[in-house]
């Protein structure tokens, strides 16, 4: 089983829809887990972190699933500018630095 | 204030050759990490240094490639000698690690192709 795994996509969506993407975990002592967003041919971007709790970043919202080791990121109301490949990201072990990234979904979203 | 810088950008080489990559964190970072993405195998951890030590190297795919860190703002990636599955964009990182998990910051990278 793959440390982290996300669906590839792509997800094509029109602009104002509602998208998400899940991820799911497979080592139970993960602690830290994060969104990241890498833009055809650049580096990877912190979106934003995920807590226990879900939080939210404008139209962006996290969620975190322990017991399932599952986490979604929904995005409202998509603009154009959203069009990018998110990765999800989790600390590998407790107290670990070192993170994991998901293969990454693709996402576009069209006019 | 300026991110990682990486050099050089793009990199052809042929097969056989020494290939050095470089990298200057972000001042005050006291974390490092090289990582490797390909289409097939997404991003992947190939070494990490906190404090110019190497913490973890267990990513490092064979003896052919070694990682040094002999200050805190430069770090060289090399592959020796290079072979055309080495292709791949060959990210560096660097994080303020203070505690707990800080942001980890990537360069622009540098897209390796070995002939």
């Known amino acids: 089983r793959k440390e982290v795994e996300q669906d590839p996509g792509p997800f094509n969506v029109p602009e104002g829809a509602t998208v998400a993407f899940n991820c799911t975990y497979s080592n139970s002592a993960s602690q830290s887990f994060f969104w990241y967003r890498q833009d055809c041919r650049k580096e990877p971007k912190l979106l934003m972190s995920v807590y226990s709790s879900g939080n939210e970043d404008g139209r962006f919202t996290a969620q975190l699933n322990r017991a399932s080791q599952y986490i979604s990121l929904l995005i409202r109301d998509s603009k154009l500018s959203d069009s990018a490949t998110y990765l999800c990201v989790v600390n590998s072990g407790a107290g670990s630095y070192q993170l994991t990234f998901g293969k990454g979904t693709k996402l576009s979203v069209i006019p | 204030d300026a991110g990682v810088i990486q050099s050089p950008r793009h990199e052809v080489t042929e097969m056989g050759q020494e290939v050095t990559l470089r990298c200057k964190p972000i001042?005050?970072?006291?974390?490092l990490f090289w990582y490797r993405q390909t289409m097939m195998r997404g991003l992947e951890l190939l070494i990490y240094?906190?404090?110019?030590?190497?913490?973890?190297d267990s990513g490092m795919p064979e003896d052919r490639f070694s990682a040094k860190m002999p200050n805190a703002s430069f770090s060289t990636l090399k592959i020796q000698p290079s072979e055309p599955r080495d292709s791949a964009v060959y990210f560096c990182?660097?994080?303020?690690?203070?505690?707990?998990?800080?942001?980890?910051?990537f360069g622009p990278g540098t897209r390796l192709t070995v002939l």
């Open positions: 240094f906190n404090n110019n030590v190497p913490i973890d």
């Open positions: 990182a660097s994080s303020l690690l203070a505690g707990g998990i800080d942001t980890q910051y």
């Open positions: 001042s005050g970072h006291n974390s």
